[in-house]
C-alpha cells in the first residue's frame, strides 16, 4: 500500500505542479521573482528577507537564492535586508510578471542593522520549525578555536544541545543522539567522517563554507535516513566579479584559496587546500628513533559553476581529504572522505523552481602494520563504504500564503566491512568480509502555509523503503538468552542482488507558530524520523577504523519520534534573542552490543548485535546579540538520555554515554575598533557517563576488576570546563592586499578535563589499584594565525 501510494503520490503532484504553474497568468495576478546576491562576489544569499510594502508580505530567498512573490499589479517598495549588508529598496510598478534580481553591497563595521520588519536572517523568529540554527562563515572565523584555526564543529559545540563525550573526540552529539544519528551533507553529498586529526579539527574548510544550517528537530521532509539531526553545510559558488587570494599560516597548518570569474558574471570557481604540519614541527623535538614518523592531513575542495541562461544553471563540486598517521616504517594509517556533486537548477516558469542533485561519497581506511626485522612479517586492513544518490526536488511558489516543495530521494549503497591480510615469512592469511548491499527510496511533499497574520504551519510527509539486498551472504541465527552471542543457523549465498529484507516507514513532520505579540512566538513541532545505517564502535568516541553496516535481516532499522515544545522573543528594549525550546525524544531499535562484542573483521558481526529503546528530553534556553560592537550568546541546556536493552544493566534504564545533564555555553565577541576585536569562548558541562569495577577477583594472585551490579554507566567523570580567547588584529589594509593576525590561547587556565580514568596498580601498595586521570590536553595551547587575502 505504502508503495503504491509513494509512486502515486510523485506522479500525481508533478503533475499537478505543471499544470498549475502553467494557469498562474490566468489568476489576475503577476509575479516579482529574481536572485539576490552579494554584490562584491555575486555569491546568492540564503534566506535573506525581501518584503513588499504596501501589502506588508514577507518572504525569503532559499537555499539557492531564489525569490517568488504574487501581487495584484500596482506600485511597490521592495526592501531587501540580509544580515551583514546594507537594506536595499526598490521602486516597482508591476503592470506584467517581473524579474527583479537584487545585488547587496556589505554593510560598514560601525553600522547598527537596519530593523525594518523584524525579519532579517535566518532567525528562530521567522522560522516556522524548532531547533533551527545557522552560523555564517564569519561568525564561525570569530569565535576562538583550538589552535586558532576557525572549525565549523568545533562552533556547533557552543550551540546548546550539541555535546561530544571529551577533547578530541570526532564527531558530535545532538541531544543525546550517537554520531551516526546525523546526517552531515556537504553539497547535498553525505559525509561519513567529519572529523581530522581524531578529532581535533573538522573536514570542512572555511574558506570553502558559505553557510551552515543545523536542524535539531522539525526536520524538512526532504531530509532523510538519520535521527538525531541535519547539518546543511553550504559551499562558496566563487567571486563571478574579480579574482580573490585568501590563505592563512598557522601553528598547526597552512592553507589557501583562490577564486574568480571564467565568465564574469555567468560563471565562476573556487578551490580551497589546507595541509597540516605537525610531526614536521615536532621532529626536532623527538628521538632520532621517532623521528621517521608521520601525522598530518590534508584536503582539496572545489567548486564551479556557470549559468547556462536565464532559466538554467549548473553547479560541479567536490571534496578530497586524508589524514595519514605512521610510525616510521612499521606502521601506516589512513583515512578520508571524497565526495562529488553535480547539481541543476532550472525555472519552469517564475513559481516554479527545480533543483537537482546527483552525488556520490566514499569514506576508506586502511591499516598496515610491518615487522622491523628480517621476518617479514605483516598485517594489512582496508574497508570502505560507498553511496550514489540523485535528489530532485520541487518548489512550488504556488500563492503568498502557500509554498509547496515535493521530491524523491534515490539512494544506493556499498558496504565492503573489511579485508585483512597477515603475512609471515611468505605465508598469507586473508579474513575477507563479504560486502553488504543498501538500496533507499524516497519521496516527500511539505507545504508551508500562512495560515494568517497570527499563525503559520509547516507540515510534510516523507514516504521511505529501504531494501537490504542480496549479492552476499545473509545469515541467519537461532534466538538465545540477552546479551549472549547468538548461535549460527544457516547462511544463504545470494546471487542477485534482489530485496532479501524491506521495510516501509510513513514519517510526517509537522511545525507551528503562533505568534503571540510582534517578534514573539510559540512554538510546537513534532517529528518521525528512521535510520538504515548504524555505526559499529566500542567506544564512546568513533576511530577512523570504526565501521558503518546496514541494516539487514538481523538488524532493524531505528526509529525515533520527537516532540517539541518553545518560546521565542526578539526584545523591544534590547537587540537580544531569547528563546526557550524543551523536547521529548522516543527511540525504538536502538543498536546495542552483547558485552565483549567481537566487532573487527568478525564475518559474523551480527550474532553480537542487540537492539533496544532509548528516550531523551530536556530544556535548552538561549540569548543571543548579533549587532552593536558587543554580540555572542549565552546558552544552558538541562537534558537526560537514557536507554534500555534486554540483557543488559540487569534489564534497567541506564545512562547512554552520551548524557549531559548540564551543559553551560558562552560566547562573547567585542570589536574595540577598526583594528582589533576580542572573543572568548567558556563551557561548563556535567561529565559524561562511564562503567567503572567496583571489586576485584583475585585468581592465582592476579587482580581482575569485576563489576559486581552488571550496571552500565553508574559513574559520572568529573564535571568539564574550559576558557578560549582570542585577538584579532587587523594589518596591512592594502588596495591590493589586506592581512591580520589572530592571537589565541586555548585552555586558558590549563585544566586538566577527563577524557577517560582508568585503574592501575598503586607503586608503594602493589595489593591495591588507584584511579588515573586521562586528559588529552591539559595545559594551556598559544597560537598564532597570519591570514591574507589579496
Same mark, same amino acid.
Given at each position: 500500500?505504502?508503495?503504491?501510494?509513494?509512486?502515486?503520490?510523485?506522479?500525481?503532484?508533478?503533475?499537478?505542479?505543471?499544470?498549475?504553474?502553467?494557469?498562474?497568468?490566468?489568476?489576475?495576478?503577476?509575479?516579482?521573482?529574481?536572485?539576490?546576491?552579494?554584490?562584491?562576489?555575486?555569491?546568492?544569499?540564503?534566506?535573506?528577507?525581501?518584503?513588499?510594502?504596501?501589502?506588508?508580505?514577507?518572504?525569503?530567498?532559499?537555499?539557492?537564492?531564489?525569490?517568488?512573490?504574487?501581487?495584484?499589479?500596482?506600485?511597490?517598495?521592495?526592501?531587501?535586508?540580509?544580515?551583514?549588508?546594507? &537594506?536595499?529598496?526598490?521602486?516597482?510598478?508591476?503592470?506584467?510578471?517581473?524579474?527583479?534580481?537584487?545585488?547587496?553591497?556589505?554593510?560598514?563595521?560601525?553600522?547598527?542593522?537596519?530593523?525594518?520588519?523584524?525579519?532579517?536572517?535566518?532567525?528562530? !523568529?521567522?522560522?516556522?520549525?524548532?531547533?533551527?540554527?545557522?552560523?555564517?562563515?564569519?561568525?564561525?572565523?570569530?569565535?576562538?578555536?583550538?589552535?586558532?584555526?576557525?572549525?565549523?564543529?568545533?562552533?556547533?559545540?557552543?550551540?546548546?544541545?550539541?555535546?561530544? $563525550?571529551?577533547?578530541?573526540? @570526532?564527531? %558530535?552529539?545532538?541531544?543525546?543522539?550517537?554520531?551516526?544519528?546525523?546526517?552531515?551533507?556537504?553539497?547535498?553529498?553525505?559525509?561519513?567522517?567529519?572529523?581530522?586529526?581524531?578529532?581535533?579539527?573538522?573536514?570542512?574548510?572555511?574558506?570553502?563554507?558559505?553557510?551552515?544550517?543545523?536542524?535539531?528537530?522539525?526536520?524538512? @521532509?526532504?531530509?532523510?535516513?538519520?535521527?538525531?539531526?541535519?547539518?546543511?553545510?553550504?559551499?562558496?559558488?566563487?567571486?563571478?566579479?574579480?579574482?580573490? +587570494?585568501?590563505?592563512?599560516?598557522?601553528?598547526?597548518?597552512?592553507?589557501?584559496?583562490?577564486?574568480?570569474?571564467?565568465?564574469?558574471?555567468?560563471?565562476?570557481?573556487?578551490?580551497?587546500?589546507?595541509?597540516? /604540519?605537525?610531526?614536521?614541527? &615536532?621532529?626536532? *623535538?623527538?628521538?632520532?628513533?621517532?623521528?621517521?614518523? =608521520?601525522?598530518?592531513? /590534508?584536503?582539496?575542495?572545489?567548486?564551479?559553476?556557470?549559468?547556462?541562461?536565464?532559466?538554467?544553471?549548473?553547479?560541479?563540486?567536490?571534496? %578530497?581529504?586524508?589524514?595519514?598517521?605512521?610510525?616510521?616504517?612499521? $606502521?601506516?594509517?589512513?583515512?578520508? #572522505?571524497?565526495?562529488?556533486?553535480?547539481?541543476?537548477?532550472?525555472?519552469?516558469?517564475?513559481?516554479? *523552481?527545480?533543483?537537482?542533485?546527483?552525488?556520490?561519497?566514499?569514506?576508506?581506511?586502511?591499516?598496515?602494520?610491518?615487522?622491523?626485522?628480517?621476518?617479514?612479517?605483516?598485517?594489512?586492513?582496508?574497508?570502505?563504504?560507498? !553511496?550514489?544518490?540523485?535528489?530532485?526536488?520541487?518548489?512550488?511558489?504556488?500563492?503568498?500564503?502557500?509554498?509547496?516543495?515535493?521530491?524523491?530521494?534515490?539512494?544506493?549503497?556499498?558496504?565492503?566491512?573489511?579485508?585483512?591480510?597477515?603475512?609471515?615469512?611468505?605465508?598469507?592469511?586473508?579474513?575477507?568480509?563479504?560486502?553488504?548491499?543498501?538500496?533507499?527510496?524516497?519521496?516527500?511533499?511539505?507545504?508551508?502555509?500562512?495560515?494568517?497574520?497570527?499563525?503559520?504551519?509547516?507540515?510534510?510527509?516523507?514516504?521511505?523503503?529501504?531494501?537490504?539486498?542480496?549479492?552476499?551472504? +545473509?545469515?541467519?541465527?537461532?534466538?538465545?538468552?540477552?546479551?549472549?552471542?547468538?548461535?549460527?543457523?544457516?547462511?544463504?549465498?545470494?546471487?542477485?542482488?534482489?530485496?532479501?529484507?524491506?521495510?516501509? *516507514? *510513513?514519517?510526517?513532520?509537522?511545525?507551528?507558530?503562533?505568534?503571540?505579540?510582534?517578534?514573539?512566538?510559540?512554538?510546537?513541532?513534532?517529528?518521525?524520523?528512521?535510520?538504515?545505517?548504524?555505526?559499529?564502535?566500542?567506544?564512546?568516541?568513533?576511530?577512523?577504523?570504526?565501521?558503518? %553496516?546496514?541494516?539487514?535481516?538481523?538488524?532493524?532499522?531505528?526509529? =525515533?519520534?520527537?516532540?517539541?515544545?518553545?518560546?521565542?522573543?526578539?526584545?523591544?528594549?534590547?537587540?537580544?534573542? $531569547?528563546?526557550?525550546?524543551?523536547?521529548?525524544?522516543?527511540?525504538?531499535?536502538?543498536?546495542?552490543?552483547?558485552?565483549?562484542?567481537?566487532?573487527?573483521?568478525?564475518?559474523?558481526?551480527?550474532?553480537?548485535?542487540?537492539?533496544?529503546?532509548?528516550?531523551?528530553?530536556?530544556?535548552?534556553?538561549?540569548?543571543?546579540?548579533?549587532?552593536?560592537?558587543?554580540?555572542?550568546?549565552?546558552?544552558?541546556?538541562?537534558?537526560?538520555?537514557?536507554?534500555?536493552?534486554?540483557?543488559?544493566?540487569?534489564?534497567?534504564?541506564?545512562?547512554?554515554?552520551?548524557?549531559?545533564?548540564?551543559?553551560?555555553?558562552?560566547?562573547?565577541?567585542?570589536?574595540?575598533?577598526?583594528?582589533?576585536?576580542?572573543?572568548?569562548?567558556?563551557?561548563?558541562?556535567?561529565?559524561?557517563?562511564?562503567?567503572?569495577?567496583?571489586?576485584?577477583?583475585?585468581?592465582?594472585?592476579?587482580?581482575?576488576?569485576?563489576?559486581?551490579?552488571?550496571?552500565? #554507566?553508574?559513574?559520572?567523570?568529573?564535571?568539564?570546563?574550559?576558557?578560549?580567547?582570542?585577538?584579532?588584529?587587523?594589518?596591512?589594509?592594502?588596495?591590493?592586499?589586506?592581512?591580520?593576525?589572530?592571537?589565541?590561547?586555548?585552555?586558558?587556565?590549563?585544566?586538566?578535563?577527563?577524557?577517560?580514568?582508568?585503574?592501575?596498580?598503586?607503586?608503594?601498595?602493589?595489593?591495591?589499584?588507584?584511579?588515573?586521570?586521562?586528559?588529552?590536553?591539559?595545559?594551556?595551547?598559544?597560537?598564532?594565525?597570519? #591570514?591574507?587575502?589579496?
Amino acid at each position: 500500500m505504502i508503495r503504491q501510494l509513494m509512486r502515486f503520490s510523485v506522479i500525481s503532484f508533478l503533475q499537478m505542479l505543471l499544470i498549475m504553474g502553467g494557469l498562474q497568468a490566468q489568476t489576475g495576478k503577476f509575479t516579482v521573482n529574481g536572485y539576490i546576491k552579494d554584490e562584491s562576489s555575486g555569491e546568492v544569499l540564503i534566506n535573506a528577507t525581501i518584503t513588499i510594502q504596501p501589502s506588508g508580505i514577507a518572504v525569503m530567498t532559499n537555499s539557492y537564492g531564489y525569490y517568488s512573490v504574487t501581487l495584484p499589479a500596482g506600485k511597490y517598495t521592495m526592501l531587501v535586508t540580509y544580515s551583514g549588508f546594507k &537594506a536595499s529598496q526598490k521602486e516597482i510598478e508591476l503592470k506584467g510578471n517581473t524579474t527583479v534580481d537584487v545585488s547587496m553591497a556589505t554593510a560598514g563595521k560601525d553600522m547598527q542593522e537596519v530593523v525594518i520588519t523584524g525579519e532579517k536572517k535566518l532567525r528562530r !523568529t521567522n522560522t516556522v520549525g524548532m531547533g533551527i540554527q545557522q552560523l555564517s562563515a564569519s561568525t564561525i572565523k570569530k569565535i576562538p578555536a583550538f589552535m586558532g584555526e576557525p572549525d565549523v564543529v568545533k562552533a556547533l559545540l557552543t550551540l546548546p544541545g550539541v555535546t561530544t $563525550v571529551g577533547e578530541g573526540s @570526532a564527531g %558530535f552529539n545532538v541531544r543525546g543522539g550517537n554520531v551516526d544519528e546525523n546526517l552531515i551533507i556537504m553539497d547535498e553529498a553525505p559525509v561519513y567522517n567529519s572529523s581530522h586529526l581524531l578529532g581535533f579539527f573538522s573536514v570542512f574548510n572555511p574558506d570553502a563554507v558559505k553557510n551552515v544550517t543545523m536542524y535539531k528537530s522539525a526536520f524538512p @521532509a526532504e531530509y532523510g535516513g538519520r535521527t538525531s539531526s541535519v547539518l546543511d553545510i553550504r559551499m562558496k559558488e566563487g567571486n563571478n566579479q574579480k579574482y580573490n +587570494v585568501n590563505g592563512g599560516i598557522g601553528n598547526v597548518f597552512s592553507r589557501l584559496s583562490v577564486e574568480g570569474p571564467l565568465q564574469k558574471d555567468r560563471s565562476s570557481f573556487v578551490v580551497a587546500a589546507r595541509r597540516s /604540519y605537525i610531526d614536521v614541527l &615536532a621532529k626536532p *623535538f623527538l628521538k632520532e628513533s621517532d623521528r621517521n614518523s =608521520t601525522m598530518y592531513f /590534508y584536503d582539496l575542495t572545489a567548486k564551479v559553476n556557470y549559468e547556462l541562461n536565464e532559466k538554467n544553471t549548473i553547479y560541479l563540486s567536490g571534496y %578530497f581529504g586524508r589524514d595519514v598517521f605512521g610510525f616510521g616504517n612499521q $606502521v601506516k594509517f589512513k583515512w578520508g #572522505n571524497t565526495t562529488g556533486t553535480f547539481r541543476w537548477n532550472h525555472l519552469f516558469n517564475r513559481k516554479l *523552481f527545480l533543483n537537482t542533485s546527483v552525488y556520490y561519497s566514499k569514506y576508506d581506511y586502511s591499516l598496515k602494520f610491518k615487522s622491523d626485522d628480517d621476518v617479514q612479517q605483516g598485517y594489512d586492513w582496508t574497508s570502505d563504504i560507498q !553511496t550514489y544518490g540523485i535528489k530532485p526536488s520541487l518548489t512550488w511558489y504556488a500563492s503568498n500564503k502557500h509554498t509547496i516543495k515535493t521530491g524523491v530521494n534515490l539512494i544506493y549503497y556499498d558496504f565492503f566491512p573489511g579485508k585483512g591480510v597477515a603475512s609471515s615469512e611468505g605465508n598469507k592469511n586473508e579474513i575477507l568480509l563479504k560486502r553488504r548491499y543498501g538500496a533507499e527510496t524516497a519521496a516527500f511533499l511539505e507545504d508551508t502555509w500562512k495560515m494568517n497574520s497570527k499563525w503559520q504551519l509547516q507540515a510534510g510527509v516523507r514516504l521511505n523503503r529501504y531494501a537490504y539486498l542480496g549479492n552476499t551472504s +545473509v545469515f541467519y541465527f537461532r534466538d538465545t538468552t540477552a546479551n549472549v552471542r547468538k548461535p549460527l543457523d544457516h547462511v544463504d549465498n545470494v546471487t542477485s542482488k534482489s530485496p532479501v529484507k524491506e521495510w516501509y *516507514f *510513513f514519517e510526517p513532520r509537522i511545525s507551528l507558530r503562533y505568534e503571540l505579540q510582534k517578534n514573539t512566538f510559540l512554538k510546537a513541532g513534532y517529528t518521525r524520523a528512521t535510520q538504515y545505517i548504524h555505526l559499529l564502535t566500542n567506544s564512546a568516541s568513533p576511530t577512523p577504523v570504526d565501521l558503518y %553496516f546496514p541494516s539487514t535481516n538481523n538488524i532493524k532499522p531505528s526509529l =525515533t519520534d520527537q516532540y517539541s515544545v518553545g518560546f521565542v522573543t526578539q526584545l523591544n528594549k534590547w537587540p537580544l534573542e $531569547v528563546s526557550v525550546e524543551t523536547f521529548y525524544k522516543k527511540m525504538q531499535d536502538l543498536l546495542d552490543y552483547i558485552d565483549n562484542a567481537n566487532l573487527d573483521l568478525n564475518q559474523l558481526v551480527e550474532a553480537d548485535l542487540l537492539t533496544g529503546e532509548g528516550k531523551s528530553y530536556g530544556v535548552e534556553v538561549e540569548v543571543k546579540k548579533e549587532t552593536g560592537k558587543w554580540q555572542g550568546w549565552i546558552n544552558y541546556t538541562l537534558s537526560r538520555s537514557l536507554r534500555r536493552t534486554a540483557g543488559i544493566s540487569n534489564n534497567d534504564w541506564y545512562l547512554s554515554r552520551y548524557d549531559r545533564t548540564h551543559v553551560l555555553n558562552t560566547c562573547v565577541m567585542y570589536t574595540l575598533n577598526d583594528k582589533w576585536s576580542f572573543s572568548s569562548n567558556f563551557t561548563l558541562g556535567s561529565g559524561t557517563p562511564s562503567t567503572f569495577p567496583d571489586s576485584r577477583l583475585d585468581i592465582q594472585g592476579m587482580g581482575i576488576p569485576y563489576n559486581s551490579t552488571n550496571k552500565r #554507566n553508574d559513574f559520572r567523570l568529573p564535571a568539564y570546563h574550559r576558557l578560549d580567547v582570542s585577538a584579532t588584529m587587523q594589518g596591512r589594509q592594502g588596495k591590493k592586499m589586506k592581512q591580520e593576525w589572530v592571537f589565541g590561547i586555548y585552555n586558558l587556565y590549563a585544566h586538566q578535563n577527563a577524557y577517560s580514568i582508568y585503574f592501575q596498580t598503586n607503586k608503594d601498595e602493589p595489593e591495591k589499584k588507584e584511579a588515573v586521570r586521562l586528559s588529552i590536553i591539559g595545559s594551556l595551547i598559544p597560537s598564532v594565525t597570519w #591570514n591574507f587575502k589579496f
